[in-house]
């Protein structure tokens, strides 16, 4: 069964208009591996994991979770389909009309596996295990931190045990310790739930510390892909002009519009 | 021919949002009846929409009543027609100004913040985040709302129709000089079910246009701070016009001889 990629996009296009984002992406996410997706703003990252999650439909092309293709899906299997996927998002996503025990339980409190009570206490402990005093469950998000609120969101991120969890831009807008944090929470919870991780971020340095693979994404499609370690001794020009955060070089910036 | 073109774009884009409204009425009325239900959003939203806007349509109606027995008097008392003051009053509350001030009143308090509340859950990715914890946008968010205001404008409308003939049995009896019972015996001669019933069912017609109103720009409402401004100003002033555009169609229904 290990040879079935969790996640299989292959020649996956998506364009608003006459402007094309994805143009024929492939991506393989094995089960258990974590892959974090680098590019340039604007690049079709987060349109990369919103073809994923349903949340829009590619214009062509098949994305297969567990061998199963789930382009065009019925809402009852797409709500099956998300039933394996959370989602960590850049701004957090916290719902600022509930409290944090509420946002953390709510996926499971949803689907009626578990009692308003019980999820106080799975709230809770969930809450423990991203370093988060039992004190905070009764707060309401915009009393926390930026920090505070991305630490929440990944405990709403695992409180289901997903079988996939995605990190859009998990460290953007936080501090270089809090962003460490964040990324050692990340590699500590995905591997207590042998969880399958799909990132997109463009800071390389959270990128090497939760990325067992790296795939560079450059004009809609995936231009390099190789072990994390190996990315500072590739010699694809694109990625060496990324990764070391250079003006000049093969990738152009549409400065002037 | 070039000014064909404006134009065209122009009619292109009025049929385009009208088809969007269409498909969004319809997907939204298709789950209204399709479980799961979320009663602690429904019970929610008609605490917010009936109990909380009682203030408002109490003293809307309450000085349209008023101002209606004292208008009335000085025009009938120029042909001594002063005994049908308490039918013009009675009739006009219940069956006009009843339903449309307490449906304008109600969409300046509701409309307006369910389109800022749901717009800044959109651009805020909370929408996204719903469907990521398998829970329907629409179940959870839209469905409650509008199931909410369909049930709760009629009873707001009734309690202002015994408050708006109130106001005008005060001014009558206590600024105008009537006699107290034959006022109050006049009131109930003239008043028919029909005349409260039709008003009612305004009512539930205006609350399904508020609040799907609301929901409708919030929903799809994009671009930051400024998108979320402009749904709002686009949920009031499109709900106000529909309240008396309909008014007027629902009226021509009821009393058309």
Redesign the interface.
């Known amino acids: 069964m290990s040879d079935i990629p969790k996640i299989r996009l292959r020649n996956v296009h998506k364009a608003f208009g006459p402007k094309t984002v994805l143009n024929g992406l492939d991506l393989d996410v094995m089960p258990g591996e974590s892959v974090v997706i680098i590019g340039g703003s604007g690049t079709g990252k987060s349109v990369t994991l919103?073809c994923t999650?349903?949340?829009m439909e590619p214009d062509s092309g098949t994305i297969e979770v567990d061998g199963e293709n789930v382009v065009g899906l019925g809402?009852r299997d797409r709500?099956r389909i998300?039933?394996k996927?959370?989602?960590l998002?850049?701004?957090g996503?916290?719902?600022?009309?509930l409290p944090v025990w509420e946002n953390v339980a709510?996926?499971p409190i949803?689907?009626k596996t578990i009692t308003r009570k019980q999820g106080k206490e799975l709230a809770i402990e969930k809450l423990a295990q991203v370093g988060m005093p039992a004190e905070v469950a009764d707060l309401y998000p915009s009393e926390l931190s930026g920090g505070m609120q991305k630490r929440v969101g990944l405990a709403?991120a695992i409180a289901?045990d997903p079988e996939i969890i995605?990190f859009d831009e998990p460290t953007t807008g936080l501090d270089p310790i809090m962003a460490d944090v964040i990324n050692d929470l990340i590699v500590k919870v995905t591997r207590e739930l042998g969880s399958t991780g799909l990132s997109i971020t463009h800071d390389m340095a959270s990128a090497r510390k939760i990325a067992d693979r790296i795939a560079m994404l450059y004009q809609g499609k995936i231009i390099w892909q190789g072990p994390a370690d190996s990315i500072d001794h590739c010699d694809n020009p694109y990625v060496q002009q990324f990764i070391n955060g250079r003006a000049d070089g093969p990738i152009e910036m549409a400065v002037r519009k | 021919m070039n000014f064909l073109q404006p134009i065209g774009h122009y009619v292109l884009k009025f049929f385009g949002s009208v088809g969007r409204l269409v498909l969004f009425t319809l997907t939204a009325l298709s789950h209204c009846i399709r479980p799961p239900f979320y009663p602690r959003a429904i019970l929610r939203q008609m605490i917010e929409i009936g109990y909380f806007s009682l203030p408002v349509v109490g003293l809307t109606t309450v000085f349209a009543g008023m101002v209606l027995a004292l208008q009335s008097y000085t025009g009938f008392s120029r042909f001594s027609a002063e005994g049908a003051i308490a039918n013009v009053v009675v009739l006009s509350i219940t069956r006009e100004l009843g339903p449309v001030l307490a449906g304008l009143m109600v969409t300046g308090r509701i409309g307006a913040s369910m389109a800022a509340?749901l717009g800044t859950?959109r651009v805020?990715?909370?929408v996204?985040?719903l469907?990521?914890?398998?829970?329907?946008p629409f179940k959870?968010l839209v469905v409650p709302r509008i199931l909410a205001g369909i049930t709760m404008l009629p009873i707001l409308v009734l309690i202002g129709d015994i408050i708006g003939v109130l106001g005008g049995y005060l001014v009558a009896v206590y600024q105008l000089g009537f006699n107290a019972s034959n006022y109050i015996q006049s009131t109930w001669e003239f008043m028919e079910n029909m005349d409260v019933v039709s008003g009612l069912v305004k009512a539930a017609v205006f609350g399904f246009i508020i609040t799907l109103m609301g929901c409708y720009h919030g929903y799809t409402s994009k671009g930051g701070a400024q998108g979320v401004g402009k749904a709002t100003t686009d949920a009031v002033v499109s709900a106000s016009i529909l309240i008396l555009c309909f008014n007027y169609l629902l009226t021509m229904m009821f009393f058309d001889k």
Do not use: I, P, V
């Not at chain 1, 996503?93 to 009309?97: P, Q, V, Y």
């Not at chain 2, 469907?131 to 329907?136: A, E, I, R, V, W």
């Open positions: 919103k999650l349903g949340l809402s709500e998300n039933h996927f959370s989602m998002f850049q701004g996503a916290l719902f600022d009309s709510f996926g949803a689907d709403r289901g995605f | 509340e859950m805020t990715e909370q996204d985040a469907t990521t914890l398998s829970t329907n959870y």
